[in-house]
């Protein structure tokens, strides 16, 4: 069984930084992407950013610049580092990862529980 657990969210003003963290367990054989996505209220889940195992990284136009993205390999953990948040970036923030474990034969994606992100104005 393969659990994402994240942490980091919290509260915090305008212009202000958070850092998410979101580690993979369980019996894991290989990971490939890893990614984080966010949901506001009433709004579709978006990707924010993903990191591929090679380290290739893509971004959120709505975000590149302030947030950066990184992976620690040989602990199966992604962060997401938030600079110069705005109001906008509220949202639940979910941890994503394609996931070959020892019970599949192919890459399966999971999902964390979602960590709250409130940015006051």
């Known amino acids: 069984q393969v659990q994402l657990v994240e942490s980091g969210g919290g509260l915090v003003q305008a212009g202000g930084s958070l850092r998410l963290s979101c580690a993979a367990s369980?019996?894991?054989?290989?990971?490939?992407?890893m990614g984080w996505y966010r949901q506001a209220p009433g709004k579709q889940r978006e990707l924010v950013a993903t990191i591929f195992s090679g380290g290739r990284t893509n971004y959120a136009d709505s975000v590149k610049g302030r947030f950066t993205i990184s992976r620690e390999y040989a602990k199966n953990t992604v962060y997401l580092q938030m600079n110069n948040l705005k109001p906008e970036d509220t949202a639940v923030y979910y941890c994503n990862a394609d996931i070959l474990s020892g019970a599949t034969i192919t890459y399966i994606g999971y999902w964390g529980q979602g960590t709250q992100v409130t940015v006051s104005s």
């Open positions: 369980g019996s894991i054989r290989s990971i490939n992407a």
